[in-house]
């Protein structure tokens, strides 16, 4: 079998290099847009293949994994796999797979970038030049908060949390993090110190999150958690959105408990809290974090290099266990 007699879904256009091999080496169900597929639609292209992409945005629910059996291999476009019903793929013997490292830097990068711009209010002092409102310099105009030298706070110590943590050098931060997998934790720097969540979340300067979207960590940033932040504090998410209580975290902008927060994902994303978009001490951001030219590429070839694996009666590089 060679893959010009394979079909392939997709339910999202990719970058131009990645459907360039796509359209050279498979069959496709139909060209792809560039907006998310209605469910039925998703259903009936997944059943018409045998592989598809799928993105976050895409729930690959059990009954839809179930009809699907011409399907050998759902490659997952994200490190993340919470869309997937990973029970009802193992009992199909569906292979899922994922891309965790090559976007490792780019959502580390785009941490920074939220910490920096929510601390040092840039999206204000921007908002406010390009408004025509500016007077000039003023002793007292959109005063921030430092960030060299303060601690940072990191709940999930994997690929991203790390590089995340490294980062941090060059601020001269010290860094504290939470995890679950301590055993795990001996190839981190010395310097850095493992803390109790809650003691993590009273410590730290800024907090910011990395651990996958599961059962355990759904609302892991709530409101009792919020409390034990400083006032003076910063919260980031790159992770997953309904990893925090988005509801609990308007509350506690808009009363003070925190400082502030930069928000690159959100719990019923695309939609946003109400209350999180009247307040200023928040920067929003449209899922930005694997959004470079080099990252989304490399994820599709990881996509691509995971369907050629199974397609060709090799184990995949990624799959999902």
Request: with cysteine.
């Amino acid at each position: 079998m060679t893959d010009l007699r394979l079909t392939l879904y997709l339910s999202r256009l990719l970058p131009d290099p990645v459907m360039a091999i796509v359209r050279d080496r498979f069959q496709l169900v139909h060209d792809p847009h560039d907006v998310s597929p209605a469910p039925s639609a998703l259903r009936e292209g997944l059943c018409q293949a045998d592989a598809a992409i799928v993105t976050l945005g895409d729930p690959i629910e059990a009954e839809t994994i179930r009809v699907a059996t011409r399907l050998k291999v759902l490659a997952n476009y994200a490190a993340g796999y919470n869309n997937i019903d990973l029970a009802a793929a193992r009992q199909r013997g569906l292979i899922v797979t994922n891309t965790p490292d090559v976007l490792t830097d780019a959502t580390a990068d785009l941490t920074w970038a939220l910490l920096l711009s929510t601390a040092r209010r840039v999206v204000e002092g921007d908002t406010l030049v390009r408004s025509g409102r500016w007077t000039g310099w003023s002793p007292t105009q959109l005063l921030g908060a430092d960030v060299s030298g303060k601690t940072l706070g990191i709940i999930g110590m994997g690929r991203i949390g790390q590089a995340v943590g490294h980062r941090a050098v060059g601020f001269r931060m010290p860094v504290r993090y939470h995890t679950r997998l301590f055993m795990a934790t001996s190839s981190l720097p010395r310097e850095w110190e493992y803390r109790s969540l809650q003691a993590l979340l009273g410590e730290a300067d800024v907090i910011t999150i990395h651990v996958p979207l599961t059962t355990s960590t759904h609302h892991l940033i709530g409101a009792r958690e919020l409390a034990w932040m400083r006032p003076t504090a910063f919260l980031i998410n790159t992770a997953r959105g309904p990893i925090v209580d988005e509801g609990a975290l308007a509350d506690a902008l808009k009363t003070g408990i925190i400082a502030g927060a930069g928000l690159d994902v959100y719990e019923q994303e695309p939609a946003l809290h109400p209350t999180l978009a009247q307040l200023n001490q928040v920067v929003l951001l449209p899922h930005l974090g694997s959004a470079t030219a080099h990252a989304r590429v490399q994820m599709g070839l990881v996509c691509l290099e995971n369907i050629h694996a199974v397609l060709n009666g090799r184990p995949a590089p990624n799959q999902v266990h």
